[in-house]
């Protein structure tokens, strides 16, 4: 018998890898890296919900990037049912983005968007 949780964990690693190569258009890095995927939460191997949010609740895209999120996991890997839910009960701010993110927001602008939020805001 294939253990489940073995296969939980093996989605979600390949649901990842899918979300980063889906680019949020106005700052070019991954929604993924970027901080916008607030949960993955595989409830069997067709069915997958993610919760996002946006760099911005008024974000002209807010429409769009979960139907591409939807479409691509549905595509790249066979799944049957994946909801795409928009949550915004914490905005997002620079501090929800990995460590990678980081790095490609860094190289592509030319400073550390982190460090800078948190010398403004505080963090």
């Not at 049957?80 to 701010?93: G, Q, S, Y």
């Amino acid at each position: 018998m294939v253990n489940l949780m073995e296969n939980k964990g093996e989605l979600k690693k390949r649901i990842i890898e899918v979300l980063e190569t889906i680019m949020d258009p106005e700052i070019g890095i991954d929604v993924y890296n970027l901080g916008m995927i607030r949960d993955i939460i595989i409830v069997d191997e067709k069915t997958v919900k993610i919760k996002m949010t946006l760099t911005t609740a008024f974000c002209p895209l807010a429409n769009i990037l979960p139907m591409i999120i939807k479409e691509r996991l549905m595509k790249d890997l066979g799944l049957e049912n994946v909801e795409v839910e928009l949550v915004f009960d914490k905005p997002w701010t620079p501090l929800m983005i990995t460590e990678k993110g980081r790095k490609m927001f860094k190289e592509k602008y030319g400073y550390d968007i982190v460090e800078d939020w948190k010398r403004r805001y505080g963090g």
